[in-house]
């Protein structure tokens, strides 16, 4: 019976511990490195939802394609499209016009800005940082791997 209380504790610690492995590091805004991306955060208006941040004029991005986040980020930052989280992220890629001011996004690649907003009680004690294998979909990044 001991053993068993000792393998359950160590696996809590493990399951614990992985939240504190760094696997995709937030950039700075400050930083140089998002000249050639668009700085977005999600905004639910009429058209497009995405609007981009660092332009002169207004500019949105109805639809992600190629490499979203959405792609890869678990549904504690994103629900059919949605980023209830607030968190503003560095998209990289061609844009595609669609009408007017709107226009969709393939994305190449992509950063999350500094500092990660977290929608769950991993918020309390998760750096914000980075983030960590939890804060990925494993499923869809698997499927999204192999499709390639």
Known sequence: MKKLIKISI??????????????????DVSDDNI?????CYHEQVTGGNWRVENTDKQLYFDNL????PFNYLSKIYSTDYIEPSGNRYVLYGTIMPK?????????????IVYPVSRKSIRALYVPKRYLTLYDFNLIKLLKNMLSK
């Not at 009408?99 to 950063?111: A, G, Q, R, S």
């Open 99 to 111: 009408e007017n001011d709107i226009f969709d996004l393939n994305v190449e690649h992509w950063n």
């Open 35 to 39: 000249e050639s991306g668009y700085l």
């Open 65 to 68: 394609t190629g490499n979203s």
């Open 10 to 27: 160590f696996l809590i610690i493990l399951l614990f511990a992985v939240d504190f492995i760094p696997v995709k590091f937030a950039i």
